[in-house]
């Protein structure tokens, strides 16, 4: 027996992401990995927390002092992390 209403696979995923209401926290999850490649090594251990809403990075650091270093380097690394994902999603990183 032969299906007549067949779908492809690369038309399907959307469709389910979209029914599902689960894009939105799959881009949260595709910026917060973004922002673990695009870090310098020695700050990822200062980091207890990453939360991305409505364009804000917001994360949350256990060291005033790389909070401060990181925040020299915002732009740069907002940028980066625009790059790695493919879009400007991030308009904003907040460092706490």
Not at 29 to 32: E, F, G, I, L, R
Not at 50 to 72: I, M, P
């Given at each position: 027996m032969k299906r007549k209403d067949y779908m492809k696979i690369g038309d399907l995923i959307p469709e389910y992401i979209q029914s599902m209401g689960i894009?939105?926290?799959l881009v949260g999850?595709?910026?917060?990995t973004a922002f673990d490649q695009a870090l310098d090594n020695r700050f990822t251990k200062y980091i207890i927390s990453?939360?991305?809403?409505?364009?804000?990075?917001?994360?949350?650091?256990?060291?005033?002092?790389?909070?401060?270093?990181?925040?020299?380097y915002k732009t740069a690394l907002k940028e980066r992390i625009n790059s790695i994902v493919g879009e400007e999603i991030v308009k904003e990183i907040v460092f706490r």
């Open positions: 894009a939105r926290g999850n595709s910026v917060c990453r939360e991305f809403s409505n364009g804000k990075l917001f994360c949350t650091l256990s060291s005033s002092v790389a909070r401060d270093s990181l925040s020299l």
